[in-house]
């Protein structure tokens, strides 16, 4: 382990590979990853999100060369598939392109699968990034794939959250449903050469009035001075396959970072987030522990009444909770259950 | 409540509405209503899902329609929209077309939004779905917005999911992508007037075509009798705006219905589903008890810690899992926490 730090830090690919699926195995050694990487906080992350199909893959492509040329001695890339077992190669197949990017040596690219249970992602994804800060990555991007719940929020568990549409009459109305506009910092229009570009523009200038009017009354009444100069989310055009407007992109990014850091925001931001992911720990483990006495028979022992109907699933529930406090009253996590059990990762039970 | 009860019973649109928003909010009232609804399982529940603008609203809107004139009497409809404050209005323009069964003594129609943390709706709409049941709707249809990991869950735990893709290079990838193929047990190609739709059918064909073959592998290997004829997706061609294939589409699922009673699949799905039913109960039942200990300080006595990078944040989540535990023993529950906090919702920390 000591090892694969020391390589790490010394940049070499494939032991920073090797610690991300660490942290993504979760248990023991991920958490010693994770204590190596507290103090390496200089990694800048930037979260890109949005409908599938809408380019963020190319955005992402060209985001890092963008990057690269402008001095970053080393860029990280996680890009976050959902599970799918049998569309492991067309994911495999859509990151292709990435691929010029992996004989950079200064670049690191991942994917990592949301497997199993809910929640995973929110661990693993912020634990990966400690493991590229290790590696020396000052900027890495977050890019999600889908724009569900999960999605957006491991995407805007970043520094500065890109939300990608594209052009098209609904299209900001659509973003608005999935939760986009609240969480955006810098908005893109990708394939803005087709029709509807400007269109697409009006409309979420539009959203960003009401929200700025909505935020402005919220902050003021919370007499927040911090909160006077409301970021507005910047529209940014591009065309990801010919790379026009990325340098737009880029700097949009480095303002939002600028502003962030001239408001010591970023820092109070990340403060945030850290009690967040605490949050999000200890439900885990905690749901590690109720799947361990569920798995032992507690829901297999009260399945019959529940299919029969004579109980409901709530009292399904109490009854699994009363046969989990006994087992801990009696000490079965010292005694009575498999030294396995004790083993597994913390995360093991949502995956 | 039992005055609510018997006017649901009776149909009356205003006491089902409440008995939702009772189920929605959770806690003790929310439980009464589900022990009254644990018998009332003659309900069909059919997910619509797919990726925003696919057109989910309006093939909803049909099936309602389809439903109601072959003959059932009550029909519901659980819209599950993404959490947004100022988009509230979007959402609710969205649904005004719906507004036509409104008018429709036989038709239920409910939003149910996805507040605050991960999984309250996994456990919102079931109930929800049990009052409808109770109002005596025999067939209903849970509609999502965005394909998401949480949107996917919510839609695939019905009888029968409707997956709803577009016409056009990519679109049957991108289900591929966002887990939407293994969750399917129809497929529909809506706007199917639109150039591609025989294209998208093809790619949607060769990706069942690969699928049906990997689960005949595990089928074989696990020799499961009751697997050997798997139900295939069928594709529907569908245009919503129209008219077109709704009766086709209708049809489908009525045949994916017969499949699984012909097999004994109905009840087996659905005592599968009641078991994950009460995992979900149990996890958000002791978060809930963790997140009294965390709200009640925990937390704020490891931030400092956690802020200077001394401890990481699994550190933080020991320490917070070891004053929950003492607290749990010194019986703090009984005592020391007021009073308040025992009567929040089961839910109340998810929202």
Chains 1, 2 share one sequence.
Not at 306 to 328: F, H, K, Q, T
């Amino acid at each position: 382990m000591v090892g694969l730090l020391e390589q790490a830090a010394n940049g070499e690919k494939v032991a920073v590979a090797r610690l991300i699926s660490l942290v993504e195995r979760g248990g023991d050694a991920a958490r010693e990853v994770v204590r190596h990487s507290r103090n390496n906080r200089d990694l800048y992350a930037v979260g890109i999100t949005g409908a599938p199909g809408a380019g963020k893959s190319s955005l992402t492509d060209r985001l890092v060369s963008e990057a690269r040329s402008s001095g970053a001695a080393q860029v990280g890339v996680i890009a976050v598939d959902p599970s799918s077992l049998f569309s492991g190669g067309a994911i495999l197949g859509d990151r292709v392109r990435m691929q010029r990017h992996a004989l950079d040596d200064g670049v690191f690219i991942r994917s990592m699968a949301t497997r199993g249970h809910l929640g995973g992602l929110a661990l693993a994804v912020p634990d990966a990034l400690g493991v590229l800060a290790i590696a020396g990555v000052s900027i890495a991007f977050v890019e999600t794939v889908g724009v569900g719940q999960v999605e957006v929020e491991v995407a805007s568990d970043t520094d500065t959250t890109v939300v990608v549409v594209n052009p098209g009459w609904g299209d900001s109305i659509q973003a608005n449903k999935a939760g986009l506009l609240e969480v955006a910092d810098v908005f893109v229009i990708n394939k803005a050469d087709r029709p509807g570009a400007s269109g697409t523009e009006r409309d979420l200038d539009l959203a960003l009035d009401m929200s700025a009017a909505f935020r402005h009354g919220r902050a003021a009444s919370a007499n927040d001075g911090l909160q006077d100069e409301p970021w507005r989310p910047p529209i940014v055009k591009t065309v990801a396959l010919t790379g026009d407007g990325i340098a737009d992109l880029w700097r949009a990014i480095g303002e939002h970072r600028r502003y962030l850091e001239s408001r010591e925001l970023l820092d109070a931001n990340r403060r945030e987030r850290l009690g967040k992911r605490v949050r999000e720990i200890v439900a885990s483990r905690i749901e590690q522990q109720v799947n361990q006495v569920v798995d032992a028979g507690a829901l297999d022992s009260v399945m019959p009444l529940l299919a029969e109907a004579r109980i409901d699933p709530y009292e399904a529930a109490d009854r699994i909770m009363e046969i989990a406090r006994d087992a801990s009253q009696a000490g079965a996590s010292a005694s009575g259950i498999p030294r396995e059990h004790e083993g597994t990762s913390s995360r093991g039970s949502q995956r």
